[in-house]
């Protein structure tokens, strides 16, 4: 992956890290930091995700409450540390109907479900995870601004793994449904 990658133009781009956080206490922890970064209590979301086979990446449905659900395609390499993601997502009217024509034609990889604390900070999404029958997570996704590096964007990702005192340890490779599925 080039340092200066702006990718497909078509897609948005992120930057994303992935940690798995020491139980509930670890998860409090990190709370309490994202609520004083930022100034707000965040906003919880309840989602469930429907993976799909895909030829290449990944390939979700993702069902909201409160809003209308998302189909998300994106791809990023399943490396421990700041990745680049890129993504397309489009709502959705009709998720039950989506899901079933998905799963007729190209099946269905595996589900999961989970409550999300969201948080922003600048052009970081922070995501405080607790995923059924897998425990607690945070994810950071700095939206990538078109004229902005990689580079720039892991700087981002760094300062706030500092913030939230994250190891090497803690990084995660794959996409939760990769471990549902180990």
Do not use: C, W
């Not at 200066?4 to 948005?12: A, I, R």
């Not at 799909?52 to 399943?78: M, Q, V, W």
């Amino acid at each position: 992956m080039a340092t200066g990658d702006k990718g497909n133009p078509d897609k948005h781009r992120n930057v994303e890290l992935k940690a798995r956080l020491d139980g509930e206490e670890g998860y409090e922890r990190r709370v309490a930091i994202a609520k004083q970064l930022t100034g707000t209590d965040g906003t919880v979301i309840t989602q469930r995700d429907v993976f799909f086979h895909a030829t290449t990446g990944r390939l979700k449905l993702r069902y909201l409450e409160d809003k209308p659900s998302e189909l998300i395609s994106y791809d990023r390499s399943d490396v421990a540390g700041p990745k680049l993601s890129l993504y397309s997502k489009m709502d959705v009217a009709e998720p039950a109907l989506l899901e079933q024509i998905l799963a007729e034609t190209v099946g269905v990889r595996g589900r999961l479900n989970k409550r999300r604390l969201l948080f922003l900070h600048g052009q970081t999404r922070i995501h405080l995870d607790v995923v059924e029958s897998l425990g607690h997570f945070m994810e950071f996704e700095v939206v990538l601004e078109p004229e902005q590096t990689l580079a720039q964007g892991q700087s981002i990702v760094d300062e706030m793994k500092r913030l939230f005192e994250l190891s090497d340890a803690d990084l995660m490779t794959g996409a939760y449904i990769d471990e549902l599925l180990k």
